[in-house]
């Protein structure tokens, strides 16, 4: 499996953007890359994700216009732009792939993950 890295996490105030980034060094980004996040207590949920063959994105509703995903094949790293964040968007933010675009953007299930990077905003 291609090893995911993510960092950009960290402490954000009320309102405050992140730029999350999940690297893949060394090889070639699955057709389908996603970011999903986990809160303290609850499941865990997809967030972002793309498709390259398909040119689509799709975004959870409580995201939508909020977070864009983008991805830079040449540097084979997908990223999460978050911006207007809000106390119930603290979790640990996990990057995923899959070669099934469609399994990953449409099921929300993924076949490789990262190790997650923590997201807290708080004032």
């Known amino acids: 499996q291609v090893p995911l890295v993510e960092s950009g996490g960290g402490l954000v105030q009320p309102g405050g953007s992140l730029r999350l980034s999940c690297a893949a060094p060394?090889?070639?980004?699955?057709?389908?890359m996603a970011w999903f996040r986990q809160a303290p207590g609850a499941e865990r949920e997809g967030v972002a994700c793309?498709?390259?063959?398909?040119?689509?994105?799709f975004y959870a509703d409580s995201v939508k216009g909020r977070f864009t995903i983008s991805r830079d094949d040449a540097k084979n790293t997908v990223y999460l732009q978050m911006n207007s964040l809000k106390p119930e968007d603290t979790a640990l933010y996990y990057c995923?792939?899959?070669?099934?675009?469609?399994?990953?953007?449409?099921?929300?299930?993924?076949?490789?993950w990262g190790q997650g990077t923590q997201v807290t905003v708080s004032s």
């Open positions: 060394g090889f070639t980004l699955d057709d389908g």
């Open positions: 793309m498709s390259r063959s398909a040119n689509r994105t």
């Open positions: 995923a792939a899959d070669s099934r675009w469609a399994t990953l953007c449409l099921l929300w299930r993924g076949g490789n």
